[in-house]
């Protein structure tokens, strides 16, 4: 089964601390990898995807198709960041995402 | 360039009641999706518009809800009627391809609480 794991509903941190969110999927194919965030009366908008790897406001995510995972990560936290984080997979021809339940990322001054 | 606009913003309604949310894509994107949000989960898809047709509404509750895009423009999402368990924010989102990438830009949603 399709499926994007997001193990912790909540990840609070302290301003310039690292931050690692979890995501881990299952699919039985090469899917495409995206994390999506929600800032706070705003809506959802696309942060980044695997195949472009880049670098969004100082975040990055790497593939581990061993590990089925695509975790995201910054070095130095700030309190903007602050937000609604979803992993989002697609897949197969007609390119609908499949959401996580999504992770709140705290941080704290 | 204009994002995605979705009416009403909030709605309140009764069980077994009937309602109704508008959905304006970007202009000029081909692809629309409806994804029903329920408080605590992703987003999950409802179905899926290529231009006028319906390219996938395999977890739509076809016996209480519909959706339609006559024109290939703008949808509307239909519950009738409608259940508690039906509240949910209600999601829509277009998309365009270029480049073999494909990136799905969403409106502000409808929140729907049925009482």
């Known amino acids: 089964a399709q499926r994007v794991t997001q193990p912790e509903k909540l990840l609070s941190v302290f301003k310039g601390a690292p931050v690692e969110l979890k995501c881990n999927y299952s699919y039985s194919g090469s899917p495409e990898l995206f994390w999506y965030v929600q800032y706070s009366r705003q809506r959802l908008q696309l942060l980044l995807r695997?195949?472009s790897r880049e670098s969004i406001k100082g975040f990055t995510a790497d593939l581990n198709k061993g590990e089925t995972s695509f975790h995201l990560k910054k070095p130095f936290a700030q309190e903007e960041d602050s937000a609604m984080y979803y992993c989002?997979?697609?897949?197969?021809?007609?390119?609908?995402?499949?959401f996580g339940t999504g992770t709140l990322l705290a941080v704290q001054p | 360039e204009a994002g995605v606009a979705q009416s009403p913003r909030y709605k309140i309604i009764e069980k077994r009641q009937s309602v109704a949310f508008w959905c304006n894509p970007i202009s000029g994107h081909a692809t629309l999706y409806w994804y029903q949000q329920i408080l605590g989960q992703g987003p999950k898809l409802l179905i899926q518009?290529?231009?006028?047709?319906?390219?996938?509404d395999s977890q739509l509750p076809k016996d209480r809800f519909s959706a339609e895009r006559l024109k290939g423009v703008d949808s509307t999402l239909k519950i009738q009627p409608a259940k508690l368990e039906d509240s949910a924010v209600y999601l829509c989102a277009s998309s365009f391809r270029t480049n073999f990438q494909e990136t799905q830009y969403f409106g502000p949603g409808t929140r729907l609480l049925v009482l």
């Open positions: 518009f290529q231009n006028n047709g319906v390219v996938d």
């Open positions: 989002a997979l697609t897949g197969g021809a007609t390119n609908k995402l499949i």
């Open positions: 695997h195949i």
